[in-house]
Structures are given as structure tokens and as C-alpha cells.
């Protein structure tokens, strides 16, 4: 669910969320009744789907793969949303009140590509194998030795993301509304349980789909609202260039453009260059994720037909590409509007500040001075308002960048409207975890436990392991979640574990879906010394942070650079292993790859439609506006 | 979703139906009172009005459209 976050900013960001819970004493928000049966509802419209869909999720194909009956829309909306968390929301809100519009980029050439291609070259191949899962793909083209190297990553990373999610969850709500951490945990893991454990695949759609509406009418008022109060898209430029003049190393207008300033690394708010964008960013992780990632690829393997499958990805794009509108434009708008108490502009800072400037919880002056002096030194927070923070004023406590969302629902958003906000958060985190436990549960169903202990079961068998492995799943998971409790360091692992792992794997399906020559050693190799790889890179950096310099190609580059040029390093090393292993091994004959392989397939034909029906139309018409908005933001 | 069964669109319209009538209840509540929240900004727009009024409409036309046994 992290989508690409976890690439570039979750990482860092969500590294820092046990953090978040040595400050905030006050929650962000008081809710109110209405709010609180705004939640409710929406606890009780997913159980209720749960025990609805119960019925319709009696055999395997219904339970894995939601019947394959879901039509674009709902296969479209629920592959984008699969990858809409509430972490991605507000870590990119924070983003853009950092970074500005250059954040903008994770959601165009870092998506909108990769999905048209996805849609358009790679489902046929996908859909006609008839495979359950990506693992599933990567054993029929390479045999069980890719396969499986695949599924016990892909299950080990989703358990522990749906870990890492829930605990994320926890901590946020207790940030933001001052809940219990356990509470928080316990509600959402039942939740989640009960809904994905009754309904499947289906379920997890039809709450995904539900989630997309949700985060919609709830988080875009706040934009709608903050472009009235700052005089639209022209005034709140004009009030982020006085702002910001005296308070960046950068030129303040860098803040409205995604390709101006990326010609050097240290132009540009971000510390990355255009080469990284494009092709780290927009080539192998993009590419890596939105077409290899089974936990959104799933949902457009749940289309009822090839078209529907092709479509779906292509619809989803279009809604992507207005995610921007709810996500980074309230972190801009946050810039300006964000208020003290005694109406100065509330500055956000990082949560090394905030943490470092914790005030005593009966109040007044921040415990450690000196610190927090040091800490602030970093920032440009005014001396003034460095000695506010200090005195422990009203009101001056600090916040941090992942809280620009939230501060900003809570200027707008009063009774049931605030409910509706924080209700989709939490729909968010929840299709989170639930995406997470139901791909778990087909990988372990259909890529570990079939083919490595029993591959005789009858169809109900199957079902009743996948029911019981969301239940353990669930379970690790909670456990998870509190191993990160208390062992924080292991959250930046764990994010990790999902950017080591995704280009690689998208280097191994790229040459298998469209290279006939790709062996299975080389599939096999190219996957496994590619994960070897990427995590070296990995942990240079995290034993040696000097070596970013290194491997994003400059001194000035920041972390931000680093997995977007990590990600293209580890495509073009596993490439390389893959061309050369294949090109010294025997290659599989055609006939072994028909129906898995560009050349070696012959596609089914597809009923001629109007072009209005056309995914290429479609297609091109996503193109046409991919191109426009890249040029009038340029 | 294809096939037979309650669509996700009926589910959809059947909360958004709830919320946006709860909100604009609210809203008029508001209006009607004159008692605005502490420390929310632009009270005098009246969003849980319009917001909750739309999200009802949305919703009203969701659950009809998409009604079990209505056929596609």
C-alpha cells in the first residue's frame, strides 16, 4: 500500500513515526459525536460487506481471485487506490510543504507510464497465462526456483508491511486523536480479520474501491477550501514566493515546477537531478512497482475479461494523475495558511526537531533547552519563534511535516466533516493491511504451501488455507507491529526490504515477458543476485551515508536521490546478469513459452469496439494529458 | 462488479447517503444556531452544507442507479 513512498520518503518518514510518540501530548483533533458515528458507520458498512460477500467467496477462483468478474472500473479504481495509504497521503503532503511541487513527479512520469504499460503490453500476457499471482508468472516462464525465491520475499515483505501499516496507523491516530495505541491495533486487526477473512480478494476490492470514494469526499474540501482562502492557484504562489525567499537556499518559485531546476542536483528543493526522475524513477521503480508488485497487479488479474483487464490500469492512471489535487496541493497550500495561535505563520520543521523539543506533559518550558536549541539551529524558525518554542508558549508546540494534512483538516474541517477526513485515514490504513493479507494470502496459498507441501488438495482445501493464512496473518502481523513498537530501527528495514526487492524482480519479468531467449537459470540468477545487489547498495549507504554521493552520482544529491538511483542501479545489474547467464544456457523451446512470451504467444482476438471503447484511445488520451500537465508545470 | 449480486456502487451510495445527510444536517444545525466550531476557518462559506448535500445527492443517485435487482 505504501506504493512508491516507500522508494523515497516513507522510508525515512515512517523510520521516524515511533518518534512521533515521545511528543504530542495534545492530539491534533477533538472529535465530536457526529464524528465518532461517522467512524462507526464505517466499521460497521465494512463488516457488513464482509458477511455479504462471504457467500460469493465459496471456491478458490472466488475467494484468490474475486471470481475474475470485476469489471474495469472497479479493477481500476481498486489497483489505484490499492496504492492511495493514508502514509502516502500525508507523508506526500508533507512532501510538498518541503519540496514543493517537485513531489508531484512520484505521481506522473512515476506512475502514469509504467500503468499505461502495464495495460496495454504486459495484462495479455498475465491474463492469458491464467497465473494467480506474480510468483505464479515468474514460475511458469523461469520454473520453481524464481518462483519461489519471489513468493517467500513477496510474503515475508507483505506480513511485514501489514505489520509496520497497522502500527502506523496506531501511532497516527494516537497523534492525531490522542487514541490508545493498543486500542488502535486491536480494532483495525479484527477489522481486517474479519473482512478479508470472510469475503477474499473481492472483499479487499470492493473496500479499496469503497476507501477511493472515502479519501475523495473527505480530503478534497481541504484543498477546494485553502485555494478560496488564499486567493486560488495565482495568490497562493504569489504568497509562497514572499514567504519563502528568505527561507531556501533554492529560488522560490522552484516550489511550482517539476522539471526547471532539475538540471542540477542542488537547484532544486529535492537534491535530485532529472536523470534519476526519469529514468530511476520513472523506468525501474515505477515500472518495478505499478507492473510487478503483485499487491496491485492482483487487482487487475481480477477483470472478467482481457479488455477489462487492459482498461482497468488505464483507467486507474487517470485518476492518478489527480491525486496531486488532494495531496500535494494541501501541503503547498499548508506553506501559507497554517497558523499560531497568536497568527503567525506556523512553521513545520522535521521530527528530529519536534522529537528533541519535547515540553513536560503539565506544560511550560521545553525539558531539554539545549537540545532543542541545537536541534532548531538546523531550521528556519525565527529567533523569536525558536524562544516561543523554548518558553513552551501557547499553541508554539512544533509540528512536524507529516502533520500538514492533518493540521490542515483540522483548520477546515469542523463536526462529521473532520469525521469523514479521519474516516478516511483510517479506510486507507485498513485497505492497506487488508491488500497486504489477502496477496499474502494467495502467494502462501498458491506459491509456498501448494507446491512445496501439498499439491494434491481438493478446491475447498485451498480456500480453508487461505482462511486460515489471513488469520495468521493478521496475527504475525500484530506481532509485527509491536516488534517494531519496540525495536524502532527495524521499520527503515522493512521498508527497504520492498524498494531491494522490486527492481530486480521487474528486470526478471521484463526479459522473461518479452526476451524469448531468458533462461530459467538466468530468470532464477538475475533475481536472486539482483536482490544481493540492491541490498548492498542498500546498506552502504546505511553503514556509510557518505556513500550517497556515490550512488546517486553527486555530493549535493539527498536521500531522496538515493532509491530512485539504487532502483535503476540494481534494473541494469540484474539485466545484465540475465543477459549474460541466458546468453551461455540453453534457452526454453517456443512451444514451452507459448501463452508467457511476446513472440511465442498468439494473443486472443479481441471483439472489434467503438473507438471510444478502445484502450488504445484511452490510452493515447492519457498520454495527450500526462504531456500537458508536465509542460504547463514544467 | 460484473455478475449478479449487490453492486459496490449500491454500497457506495448507501454511506454516502448516510454521511452526506448527517453532515448536512449538521450543517443546518449550524446555520440555523449560529454556534460555529472554535478554531475552524471559513465557517461563513457553510461547507458541511454544500459538502453534505452533494456527498447526499451523490449517494441518492449511487443507490438508485445501482438498486439490487435492477438490471444493467
Known amino acids: 500500500m505504501y506504493g512508491l513512498v516507500p522508494f523515497t520518503h516513507a522510508a525515512s518518514s515512517l523510520g521516524s513515526l515511533p518518534a512521533m510518540l515521545a511528543f504530542s501530548t495534545e492530539p491534533l483533533a477533538h472529535l465530536r459525536t457526529l464524528d465518532i458515528a461517522v467512524i462507526a458507520i464505517y466499521f460497521a458498512m465494512v463488516i457488513w460487506i464482509g458477511f455479504y460477500l462471504q457467500r460469493r467467496s465459496n471456491t478458490s477462483e472466488e475467494f484468490f481471485m474475486a471470481g475474475r468478474e470485476m469489471t474495469a472500473w472497479i479493477a481500476g479504481l481498486s489497483f489505484v487506490s490499492a496504492n492511495l495509504g493514508s502514509l502516502e497521503l500525508m507523508g506526500w503532503a508533507g512532501s510538498a510543504y518541503q519540496y514543493g511541487i517537485l513531489a508531484t513527479n512520484w505521481y506522473w512520469i512515476g506512475a502514469i507510464p509504467a500503468m499505461v504499460f502495464l495495460g496495454l503490453m504486459m495484462m495479455p500476457f498475465y491474463y492469458v497465462s491464467k497465473t494467480h499471482s506474480v510468483p505464479g508468472y515468474l514460475g511458469l516462464r523461469y520454473g520453481k526456483h524464481a518462483s519461489i525465491v519471489a513468493a517467500i520475499s513477496f510474503a515475508v515483505e507483505m506480513i511485514l508491511m501489514s505489520g509496520v501499516n497497522m502500527f502506523a496507523m496506531a501511532v497516527v491516530m494516537k497523534v492525531v486523536l490522542g487514541w490508545d495505541l493498543n486500542f488502535s491495533i486491536i480494532v483495525s486487526s479484527v477489522a481486517v480479520a474479519a473482512y478479508v477473512g470472510l469475503g477474499g480478494l473481492r472483499s479487499a476490492i470492493f473496500n479499496e474501491v469503497l476507501q477511493f470514494v472515502l479519501i475523495w469526499g473527505g480530503a478534497l474540501l481541504v484543498p477546494i477550501l485553502g485555494l478560496v482562502q488564499s486567493g486560488g492557484w495565482t495568490g497562493l504562489k504569489a504568497k509562497i514566493v514572499v514567504n519563502m525567499t528568505s527561507l531556501t537556499g533554492v529560488r522560490p518559485d522552484s516550489y511550482f515546477h517539476i522539471w526547471r531546476d532539475t538540471g542540477s542536483f542542488a537547484a532544486n528543493p529535492m537534491g535530485v537531478h532529472w536523470t534519476g526522475i526519469v529514468f530511476g524513477l520513472g523506468f525501474a521503480i515505477s515500472f518495478g512497482y505499478w507492473t510487478t508488485d503483485f499487491l496491485v497487479v492482483q487487482r487487475v488479474l481480477a477483470a472478467h475479461n482481457l479488455r477489462a483487464a487492459r482498461m482497468a490500469p488505464i483507467i486507474g492512471s487517470f485518476f492518478k494523475m489527480a491525486v496531486p489535487f488532494i495531496v500535494i496541493l494541501p501541503g503547498l497550500l499548508g506553506l501559507v495558511l497554517l497558523q499560531n495561535p497568536d497568527g503567525s505563520r506556523r512553521q513545520l520543521v522535521g521530527e528530529d526537531v519536534v522529537n528533541s523539543c519535547v515540553a513536560p506533559t503539565s506544560g511550560g518550558p521545553v525539558a531539554e533547552q539545549a537540545k532543542c536549541s541545537a536541534a532548531m539551529a538546523s531550521t528556519t524558525l525565527s529567533d523569536d519563534y525558536k524562544q516561543k518554542v523554548l518558553n513552551g508558549a501557547p499553541g508554539m508546540e512544533l509540528h512536524s511535516y507529516n502533520q500538514a494534512l492533518p493540521l490542515m483538516m483540522v483548520r477546515y474541517l469542523g463536526p462529521g466533516l473532520l469525521g469523514l477526513g479521519i474516516t478516511a485515514l483510517i479506510a486507507g490504513f485498513m485497505s492497506g493491511m487488508a491488500g497486504n493479507v489477502s496477496a499474502f494470502s494467495t502467494v502462501w496459498t498458491y506459491d509456498i504451501y501448494k507446491p512445496l507441501f501439498n499439491n494434491k488438495g481438493s478446491d475447498s482445501h485451498y480456500v480453508l488455507v487461505g482462511r486460515l493464512s489471513i488469520l495468521i496473518g493478521v496475527a504475525v502481523s500484530i506481532g509485527a507491529a509491536y516488534l517494531v513498537m519496540h525495536a524502532h530501527g527495524i521499520m527503515d528495514y522493512v521498508q527497504a526490504l520492498f524498494s531491494i526487492f522490486i527492481a530486480p524482480l521487474f528486470a526478471v519479468i521484463i526479459f522473461g515477458m518479452f526476451w524469448k531467449r531468458a533462461s530459467s537459470l538466468a530468470g532464477f540468477l538475475g533475481l536472486l543476485i539482483g536482490i544481493i545487489f540492491s541490498a548492498s547498495l542498500f546498506m552502504w549507504v546505511k553503514l556509510d551515508p557518505a556513500a550517497l554521493a556515490h550512488v546517486a552520482l553527486s555530493p549535493d544529491a539527498k536521500p531522496m536521490a538515493e532509491n530512485v538511483y539504487r532502483g535503476l542501479w540494481a534494473f541494469i545489474f540484474s539485466a545484465l546478469v540475465i543477459i549474460v547467464v541466458s546468453l551461455v544456457t540453453k534457452a526454453r523451446p517456443d512451444n514451452e513459452l507459448e501463452g508467457l512470451v511476446y513472440g511465442a504467444t498468439v494473443l486472443p482476438k479481441e471483439e472489434p469496439v467503438p473507438f471510444y471503447k478502445s484502450e488504445w484511445a484511452w490510452a493515447g488520451l492519457v498520454g495527450i494529458i500526462f504531456i500537458a500537465l508536465n509542460v504547463i508545470f514544467w | ?72
Open chain 2, 1 to 72: 462488479m460484473h455478475g449478479s449480486g449487490i453492486p459496490i456502487w449500491f454500497f457506495i451510495g448507501v454511506l454516502l447517503v448516510i454521511y452526506g445527510g448527517l453532515i448536512f444536517g449538521y450543517g443546518l444545525v449550524e446555520l440555523s444556531s449560529g454556534a460555529y466550531p472554535a478554531g475552524v476557518e471559513l465557517t461563513n462559506l457553510h461547507a458541511p452544507i454544500w459538502w453534505g448535500g452533494t456527498l447526499a445527492i451523490l449517494g441518492v443517485v449511487y443507490v438508485v442507479k445501482f438498486r439490487p435487482g435492477q438490471s444493467k
